[in-house]
């Protein structure tokens, strides 16, 4: 009897066909739907089908319901001609769109569920490939997964994206978007008139003040001078710097001060002295530690307090005015889960790994190649070997769409 592929992908697509024959009429519409483009990936072909246009609600959830996706997008931008090549189809606008992943993250998790090898000599290894192996080639294959310590990640970088947003470029709450994003991140769009209309370059203003992309600790009220009041209540990066540094002071361990690498004495006044500084931080102008924290110094200290606040997003999606983003309530080809909508204010006790899996059914009996530990609907799976390990559909789909395992015949 000829063996199941890995991730059994026959057997997914049944369960995907299923789920839309249902559901299909639950997925929303995007705003303007006639000016959008979408695409879909399929389980029967390697290729994007694009260029199409589904004017209505109704065409869109009869596509979903004939035709069941493995991914299903549409276009962040509008457009007077959906169907054209791109250079034909008379760009009108695009929604500002942030994609927050944790494959751009250092997490301590990857090191224990992600691994690399090199496909020109035996080399391998957990968490992300280096840039160069030791066999001096740059081809690698790696095989990612994910946890509650990834997803964690990811939303407080998207809660962090979200009050800048909101506090610094005074987006209303009713222009925003925060999409779960099916697998390992968050989505946020903005939906207002003013940002739909801004062009690339404007864009990546917007992306290098959210990452704060060559922010200088001087210009935000760390260089001598005459202020007298404390920035913290200040708005923009000025208020927030200072925030960032009081903050990281906070909580910062002595471990991690003197991993700064400042000098000897400015680490000791730190750590010997550390809440005079936070008082002088919070009644003074912040111009008043430099006699205790030499500029240099204390730009080791800013720079990384400054990182603990700005928000870790994919400079790519930005920036890009053509993009194709996730359609809400379709389910993510590469885990089966669902890319969910959280409503604003109900995303710090959003939980994906509960509520994003929504394929139910029977009992599955998989056989594993191997798969890492990973909690789904309050229970916990794996770690697996190579072992045969019987259960429910919506965990079994996750390790199948990952090909960590396939259907036992």
Known sequence: MEQEPWGSPKFVEEQFTQWYRRNA???????DIRHREFAFLTFRGRGMHRHIA??????LHGYLRNNAPMHAYHSSSYYDNPTADMSQKGWLGADLVFDIDADHFDLPCQEIHDKWWCRNCDEEGMGHHPEICVCGKAQFDSETWLCGDCLQATKYETQKLLDILIQDFGTKIEDLITNFSGNRGYHVHVHSDIMKSLNQNSRREIVDYIMATGLEAGLQGFKPGKGSRSTLAE?????????AVYDYLTSATEREIRDLKMSRNATQVVLKSRDEVLDTLMTKHP???LPMIPPKQLDKLVAKAIKLQASEIDTVVTTDIHRLIRMPNTLH???GWQVQTIPYGKLPNYDPLMRAVVLEGHNVELEFKGAPKIKILGETYGPYGEEDVTMPVGAALFFLCKKGARVKK
């Open 287 to 289: 111009s008043n530690i």
């Open 54 to 59: 589904l004017p209505t609600l109704k065409d």
């Open 333 to 335: 080809g590469k885990t």
């Open 235 to 243: 708005g923009g990066w000025r208020g927030r710097t200072g925030r």
């Open 25 to 31: 009429g639950t997925v929303p519409a995007p705003i």
